[in-house]
């Protein structure tokens, strides 16, 4: 990845392209959680697909805040 691209070559802002990047991994982060935590609960392993949700919902929250901020800066 280059240090020198600042929206010339996307179009879009490095920072506001780092967020839309955030969102999208949380985003993905939030779905590989559910798949972690169906086979844990598949092996009976309850304690592992609780903290798999745990993770899961963080990657949501996470998700949500980028999305926030991400709405409050296109705006202007």
Known sequence: MST???GQVTGTKDKDYN???FVEQCL???????E???D???DGD???AEFFRRAQGESRKGAEQGKQ???SRLKA
């Open 4 to 6: 020198t691209e600042t």
């Open 19 to 21: 967020i839309i990047w």
């Open 28 to 34: 993905n982060n939030a779905l590989r959680m559910e």
């Open 36 to 38: 972690y935590a169906q």
């Open 40 to 42: 844990a609960e598949r």
């Open 46 to 48: 309850s304690e592992l």
């Open 69 to 71: 901020m991400l709405a």
